[in-house]
């Protein structure tokens, strides 16, 4: 039996929480003191929060269950 495949809908909600969320961390970086706001911007910081992100979804895609071959 086939997998259904993620539509469309599905695709623009999740693209919708990234901008929101993305939006938010600009929101609460522009709240932070100038110190907060050097630490943020002037260390590599937000390479590494990337970075992670991504070895984390790497993580789940390649630890979920695949399509299975003919039996």
């Given at each position: 039996?086939?997998?259904r495949q993620?539509?469309?809908r599905e695709v623009l909600l999740v693209a919708a929480a990234i901008v929101v969320t993305v939006l938010a961390a600009a929101g609460v970086t522009a709240l932070l003191p100038s110190d907060g706001q050097a630490v943020v911007?002037?260390?590599p910081l937000l390479i590494v929060i990337l970075v992670g992100g991504t070895a984390y979804i790497l993580w789940r895609?390649?630890?979920?269950?695949?399509?299975?071959?003919?039996?």
């Open positions: 039996m086939a997998e993620p539509g469309i911007f002037h260390t895609i390649l630890r979920s269950p695949g399509t299975r071959g003919p039996s």
